[in-house]
């Protein structure tokens, strides 16, 4: 049994074995967080996936009969949340569903059932006995239906999805597993999946303003309670939102005969020498989500992909259609590749780039075959268009990078 605040219990599921979590990669596997407040009238927030369904029963019953609930607050459909609503509602079958006016659309699509909803909507206030919980509808955050339930005399966040991570343990709180740890996992977290509602996140943060918060308790990982960590995460959700960046370079490819991971290399040599900060990652061996985590920070992604029957290899469609989909906006963007007999392809590289939100810093660089000394020096020219970018010293260095 853990108690996160005076009758206020954490009722989750942890999912050590989870490493797939709809195209995201979780090697650390995560928890579906719901919470149990002992009031009056007995309220639980979320739910978990239908298969934890027996440990969230087991963790209620330890704390009190479930049959007793009276609410069970829905803020997000999202199956990982809502799935063992209906089991939860064959033991306490007069409970109410809280959700959004979303919320019970679909809810009503997900699972066909007519139950007993309370709709509510941003400022709408639901009193549980000794406490107020108010709501926020978050819509975007990352679905049309997503709402926070704020516990006025707990001063405690319940906002789903958001600010979650992507993380199993037996520790509850991120002040006990390290922050740096858990900055790490919010930052993949948002960047696979709230990344691309920057807008909409920035609508919420503005509408928590004014909220005193001294514990944030997301859906998703560990719980935020310590007043620096909260304010950290606040203020990354804010950056992000914005779609800040560093001045730093994520390089991406795929390869089929090494050239194109030589102008990648070669590339990441020039920038390195520069003493940018670079990231150099081949397709086939690291994760789109772990790239996209990198992406987050940085101000320039240069992709590179040879051409295979007039298209870029698959590994490449894969982690271009993602891109696309995640648009990480404010973003410069450079293309790069090895070919044989046709340059095709690589309009397809540059128009999902620019689809993507980002804005190529100059034509691509496309080498017949195999490149030879001089082509490879010659892509120092786009990394004196970086440094331009980044408003360093305009002239380029001169030499050999390996001797800098
Ligand atoms: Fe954790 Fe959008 O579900």
């Not at 108010?134 to 926070?148: E, I, N, R």
């Not at 920035?202 to 303003?209: F, H, I, P, S, V």
């Not at 061996?285 to 990198?294: G, Q, V, W």
């Not at 044989?340 to 034509?363: C, N, P, Q, T, Y």
Request: overall charge neutral; glycine content about 6%; proline content about 4%.
């Amino acid at each position: 049994m853990l108690k996160i605040a005076e009758n206020i219990y954490w009722t989750g599921y942890i999912d050590w074995n989870l490493r797939n979590f709809h195209g995201y990669s979780t090697p650390s596997g995560s928890t579906y967080n719901a919470y149990l407040i002992l009031d009056e009238q007995p309220t639980l927030i979320d739910t978990v996936k239908h298969y934890g369904f027996e440990e969230i029963l087991y963790r209620i019953k330890e704390i009190i009969d479930p049959s007793k609930i009276k609410y069970i607050i829905s803020n997000h459909t999202e199956m990982d949340h809502s799935g063992s609503i209906e089991k939860l509602l064959s033991i306490c079958p007069n409970a109410q569903i809280v959700c959004s006016p979303k919320g019970e659309e679909g809810l009503k699509r997900h699972f066909k059932k007519n139950w007993n909803f309370k709709v509510v909507n941003s400022g709408n206030t639901l009193n549980i006995g000794r406490r107020n919980l108010k709501f926020f509808l978050m819509p975007m955050v990352h679905w049309p239906d997503s709402m926070a339930t704020y516990s006025i005399e707990d001063n405690i966040l319940f906002p789903n999805d958001a600010f979650g991570q992507h993380y199993a343990s037996s520790e509850r709180f991120a002040d006990e597993v390290g922050i740096d740890v858990v900055v790490k996992e919010a930052t993949k977290y948002y960047a696979n999946i709230v990344m691309p509602y920057g807008g909409q996140v920035l609508k919420a943060l503005e509408a928590l303003k004014d909220v005193k918060i001294d514990m944030i308790c997301p859906s998703h990982g560990l719980i935020w309670r310590k007043k620096e960590d909260i304010e950290k995460i606040l203020s990354l959700y804010k950056k992000w939102a914005n779609y800040e960046t560093g001045k730093s370079i994520v390089i991406v490819y795929d390869t089929m005969w090494h050239s194109t991971e030589m102008i990648a290399q070669t590339l990441y040599e020039f920038i390195d020498c520069e003493n940018i900060p670079v990231k150099l990652y081949n397709l086939q061996n690291t994760h789109i989500s772990d790239i996209i985590a990198e992406i987050i920070s940085a101000k320039v992604v240069m992709v590179g992909s040879p051409i295979l029957n007039n298209k870029v290899l698959p590994n490449m469609g894969a982690f271009l259609t993602y891109l696309k989909g995640l648009k990480p906006k404010n973003r410069y963007a450079f293309t790069f590749g090895s070919y044989g007999w046709a340059k095709v392809g690589f309009k397809e590289l540059e128009d999902s780039l620019k689809e993507a939100g980002m804005e190529l810093i100059s034509e691509g660089r496309y080498l017949n075959y195999v490149p030879d000394d001089t082509e490879l020096e010659g892509l120092k020219d786009i990394v004196g268009k970086i440094k331009n970018l980044f408003e360093m010293k305009p002239a380029f260095f001169q030499g050999n990078p390996q001797e800098k």
